[in-house]
């Protein structure tokens, strides 16, 4: 089983995730300039308003065990997003996957489905996963949709959760997918992606 300190690069047929590293700050703010993201409130991409005290914060996570921050990158190179493993917890065999975004262009893509689909299998079959949440903004209905076309459970909403930087407290709508559930939602994800062929 993979030691859960050591972050893989997971490559896909559109999509590479690899770890994300000092150097991506300036790629990030451009990326989430696509689309104005940081004006969305409720997306963590809110907090990018320094882009390298943003990077270097994930990238102590990292380095403390909590985290781990990928880069998204489309098969020529160009950096797009980001994701992570975060809450980590090695003992209990269970991580969350979040702090994702995208750049506007790669949206609705089947970009992120497949990013999903790699990480979910190797949080499932290389680190021996009990459970993968998914946590998002009570009022990003976007993001609470597409989470919920991967085929995760809804465990319920966490309310006054978060004390955001804004002074508004966050209600967290939080999602599950546990060890003998993942069969059948990757072959959801298999079979969505097989739509952008």
């Not at 969350?96 to 994702?100: N, R, S």
């Given at each position: 089983?993979?030691?859960?300190?050591?972050?893989?690069?997971?490559?896909?047929?559109?999509?590479?995730?690899?770890?994300l590293?000092?150097?991506?700050?300036?790629?990030?703010?451009?990326?989430a300039?696509?689309?104005?993201?940081?004006?969305?409130?409720?997306?963590?991409?809110s907090?990018?308003?320094?882009?390298?005290?943003?990077?270097?914060?994930?990238?102590?996570e990292?380095?403390?065990?909590?985290?781990?921050?990928?880069?998204?990158?489309?098969?020529d190179?160009?950096?797009?997003?980001?994701t992570?493993?975060?809450?980590?917890h090695?003992?209990?065999?269970?991580l969350?996957?979040?702090?994702?975004f995208?750049?506007?262009?790669?949206?609705?893509?089947?970009l992120?489905?497949e990013?999903k689909?790699?990480?979910?299998?190797h949080?499932?079959?290389?680190?021996?996963?009990n459970?993968?949440q998914i946590r998002t903004?009570?009022?990003?209905?976007r993001s609470?949709?597409?989470?919920?076309?991967?085929?995760?459970?809804r465990d319920?909403?966490?309310?006054n959760?978060q004390?955001?930087?804004?002074?508004?407290?966050?209600?967290?709508?939080v999602?599950s997918?546990?060890?003998?559930?993942?069969?059948?939602?990757?072959?959801?994800?298999?079979?969505l992606?097989s739509?952008y062929?």
């Open positions: 089983m993979t030691a859960w300190t050591d972050q893989p690069v997971l490559q896909g047929r559109t999509v590479t995730l690899r770890p590293v000092a150097g991506d700050a300036a790629a990030l703010a451009a990326a300039a696509d689309g104005d993201l940081t004006e969305l409130f409720f997306a963590n991409v907090q990018l308003t320094d882009p390298q005290a943003f990077v270097d914060a994930a990238i102590k990292r380095d403390y065990g909590r985290a781990m921050p990928f880069a998204v990158e489309t098969p190179g160009s950096l797009v997003g980001m992570r493993y975060m809450r980590m090695a003992a209990h065999r269970r969350e996957i979040g702090g994702t995208y750049a506007r262009s790669v949206q609705r893509t089947g992120n489905t990013a689909l790699l990480l979910l299998a949080a499932f079959d290389a680190m021996g996963c459970v993968v903004d009570w009022f990003n209905r609470q949709a597409a989470i919920e076309r991967l085929g995760v459970k319920g909403v966490l309310r959760h004390l955001m930087p804004d002074g508004r407290m966050r209600d967290l709508v999602y997918i546990i060890a003998s559930e993942w069969p059948g939602v990757r072959q959801n994800l298999c079979h992606l739509r062929d």
